[in-house]
């Protein structure tokens, strides 16, 4: 295994996953703004809050942390939104170093097991939100849907990046 090249891909990976959580945002707000009052009105009634932020509480407490709440959204936002979305774009950079997969296909499957394990999973296993059935079913496909487009903005953004390395290289 060629470290160098792993590491750069953990990297690529990770400003892909930075990208891919702002695309997914704006997706989501979108998506959401389409949906049926009575969709929203029911998440808002059942969902306890943002999930992130319910992390962030919840981990703090269980690590006998006392954090201002400033401190509490930073490590909200930055720690647990934006770092679960770097964490995740690695997984793009190395399922195209080791499968055959194309850009597209790898995008799509790391949006989609990101939705399915962390929305479908561990956010409601854990605590950070509502269990699922109490959500209408607008709210998992406005999630999935985001989550596709995270995956693609990973691709998009690591798949740019390995180009500009690649010119670069050739240029020297």
Do not use: C
């Not at 990208?19 to 059942?46: A, C, F, H, N």
């Not at 597209?104 to 605590?127: H, K, N, Q, R, W």
């Amino acid at each position: 295994m060629n470290i160098r090249r792993t590491a750069a891909d953990v990297g690529i990976g990770m400003i892909g996953g930075y990208v891919g959580t702002k695309i997914m945002e704006r997706v989501s707000m979108r998506l959401y703004e389409l949906e049926s009052e009575e969709d929203r009105r029911q998440e808002e009634e059942v969902r306890p809050g943002p999930p992130f932020e319910i992390a962030a509480r919840k981990t703090t407490e269980a690590l006998g942390l006392e954090l201002s709440e400033p401190q509490i959204q930073a490590l909200a936002t930055y720690g647990f939104h934006y770092g679960l979305g770097m964490a995740w774009g690695p997984a793009y950079t190395l399922l195209r170093r080791w499968t055959d997969l194309g850009p597209v296909s790898a995008g799509l499957l790391v949006g989609a097991a990101m939705s399915l394990i962390v929305d479908e999973g561990m956010t409601p296993y854990f605590g950070f939100s509502a269990p699922n059935r109490s959500y209408p079913l607008s709210t998992h496909l406005r999630g999935f849907a985001a989550h596709l487009a995270f995956g693609l903005g990973v691709a998009a953004t690591a798949e740019t990046l390995y180009r500009l390395g690649r010119n670069a290289a050739e240029r020297e």
